[in-house]
């Protein structure tokens, strides 16, 4: 069964300090503090000092009943910049966060290029793509929602797949 390829692209504006954004992605131990939509990270290798090599293994629950979990590599970081790493397990591919400001706002792009690895995944993605694709929307909604929360700042921006606001 062939997998089936998505690609995310999900933009945040969030009233914060670069640093305070950096700071809370760059920590993935600690999303599901508040991230409701990430169950559990496991880190299963430390990495280098700037977190490059570093392997985390993520369970991810939306508002659909199933749970999508995989290992994500880093890859590379460059600090206030850019996140990037690979997915392998549930899903296999690339994540990319990107990380930029103007004036009080942080602005966070986070693009996510996938192919799914279960096989009832692929077999429903012919009908069920929205669906999954609406998943998706839904995670990436509520943790831009838990960050600004987090950081005691205003959410005043999201946009998926770039050039849709939600917000």
Not at 47 to 75: E, I, S
Not at 120 to 131: E, G, Q, T
Not at 138 to 150: I, S, T
């Amino acid at each position: 069964m062939r997998a089936s390829e998505y690609r995310f692209v999900t933009v945040w504006k969030i009233e914060a300090s670069l640093e305070h954004v950096w700071n809370a992605i760059h920590d993935p131990a600690a999303w599901p503090q508040w991230w409701t939509c990430v169950e559990r990270v496991i880190e299963v290798e430390s990495g280098a000092d700037d977190g490059v090599g570093a392997l985390h293994r993520y369970t991810w629950k939306g508002r659909l009943p199933y749970r999508v979990r995989f290992d994500m590599r880093v890859t590379r970081v460059e600090p206030l910049v850019l996140l990037e790493g690979v997915a392998s397990g549930d899903v296999d591919g690339f994540g990319c966060w990107r990380f930029s400001s103007s004036g009080d706002v942080t602005i966070v792009r986070y693009e996510w290029r996938v192919r799914t690895g279960r096989g009832w995944m692929n077999l429903l993605a012919p009908i069920a793509r929205p669906l999954f694709e609406w998943n998706h929307d839904y995670v990436m909604q509520q943790g831009g929602e838990a960050l600004a929360k987090r950081l005691d700042a205003r959410l005043v921006g999201i946009a998926h797949r770039e050039g849709t606001q939600t917000r």
